[in-house]
């Protein structure tokens, strides 16, 4: 981290907490057999660390050790559920083929549903409301019988906003659609139990919940029918081929584990002083607020700061603070998030994603509000 700049970017990603370091420090160069190595104790050694990170995070989610299939992060989960599911389909006859999406979704499920759609699927992205929630009544309307797949997100990536999951699995249900949900924002964040809240399948990131880049999972039922997307090998049921990142995934599983534990307290401190900096903002004027105030993540703010130019916002703001516009993944082009709202791209372009975290204290949050309010008044001035 420079020094003195103060980061904010939680959504981005998270620092590795000590704990998860710690924990994953033999499982580099001491215990570093290969875990499909059955013929020797140091192999089942390392089997055994991935069963136990495997239950650990089973557990934690209230499904069994086999839906934990682990995979490189989010954006692969993403891949897997979705193209696995439309592979399935066509390798097995099925005649379904509308895929459907809010246009909120982040990059790693509409790029995968894009290239979908170039091979002969359809696809209907659907409009959010203007706070970025699911309109349930258009939800309704554009699924069918010809529906395999919908994919919502559970916390949006940058305007924090929770989407009504069980309500939308009802709908998917009654049609027998199979309903995917991002939740790299969510799990670690918010209470989430795909089982009960009727997920079928659920993508999971480590570096979002203070664990290690490079390792996530897709949580799926063993009773559904995915093609893997990488042959190779038949690691994780064979639905993900190569060897698996010990290091990593007893790292997440640790990771998986704190943030369980910490949920709760870190929501709330975290929310309120999420809500003091918007009090701040609020006292800088002509600043209006992106997506539903609730339900939000309790860390989560995204801003539109009227009157001033987005390129020259962020140009001062980087000095001293460490924001973003929009995902990190979407790098440069104003939020698509954000225009799905009815933003226009300079407006989108003047907006800052605060995602507070861990280590965010109040002096942070305080600090930050001087920098934005010294910022804004000094563009607005020019
Ligand atoms: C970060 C993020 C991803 C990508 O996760 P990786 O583990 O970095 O691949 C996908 N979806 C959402 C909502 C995210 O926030």
Redesign the pocket.
């Known amino acids: 981290m420079a020094p003195g700049v103060i980061y904010l970017d939680h959504?981005?990603?998270t620092p590795c907490d000590g704990a998860v370091v710690e924990a994953m420090a033999p499982w580099w160069s001491e215990q570093f057999a290969n875990p499909a190595s059955r013929s020797h104790r140091p192999g089942l050694l390392a089997a055994a660390a991935v069963e136990q990170a495997r239950n650990q995070i089973a557990a934690a989610l209230g499904v069994q050790a086999e839906a934990v299939v682990f995979t490189?992060?989010?954006?692969?989960?993403?891949n897997l559920a979705i193209k696995g599911i439309a592979e399935a389909e066509l390798r097995s006859g099925g005649q379904r083929r509308r895929l459907v999406c809010l246009a909120t979704?982040?990059?790693?499920?509409l790029d995968p549903l894009r290239y979908l759609g170039g091979l002969g699927f359809e696809l209907v992205t659907l409009q959010p409301q203007a706070d970025g929630l699911v309109d349930l009544e258009r939800l309704d309307a554009v699924l069918d019988e010809g529906t395999l797949l919908l994919s919502v997100?559970a916390?949006?990536?940058e305007i924090g906003v929770l989407q009504p999951l069980a309500a939308i699995a009802q709908l998917c249900r009654q049609r027998g659609i199979r309903f995917h949900c991002?939740?790299?924002?969510a799990v670690g964040h918010i209470p989430l139990q795909p089982a009960s809240q009727g997920l079928d399948l659920l993508?999971i990131?480590?570096?979002?919940l203070y664990g290690p880049?490079?390792?996530?999972a897709l949580v799926v039922d063993p009773a559904i029918t995915l093609l893997p997307q990488l042959h190779g090998g038949s690691q994780e049921r064979g639905l993900r081929a190569g060897t698996l990142p010990v290091p990593l995934i007893v790292g997440f599983a640790k990771a998986v584990e704190l943030a369980m534990a910490d949920q709760m307290e870190r929501a709330e401190r975290l929310g309120a002083l999420r809500d003091a900096l918007w009090g701040q903002c609020e006292q800088i004027g002509a600043v209006e607020r992106n997506g539903a105030a609730s339900p939000r993540l309790p860390h989560n703010l995204n801003i539109t700061v009227k009157g001033v130019e987005g390129t020259a916002l962020h140009r001062e703001l980087r000095r001293h603070l460490a924001v973003s516009s929009g995902?990190?993944?979407s790098s440069g082009e104003p939020s698509h998030v954000l225009q799905a709202l009815g933003r226009s791209r300079q407006e989108a372009a003047a907006s800052i994603r605060f995602g507070l975290g861990r280590g965010t204290s109040a002096a942070d949050i305080h600090r930050a509000s001087e920098i934005l309010s010294r910022c804004v008044a000094e563009l607005r001035a020019a």
């Open positions: 959504h981005a990603t490189s992060g989010a954006t692969e989960a993403n979704e982040h990059r790693a499920v997100m916390a949006n990536n991002d939740g790299a924002q993508s990131s480590g570096h979002k880049k490079g390792i996530g995902s990190a993944c």
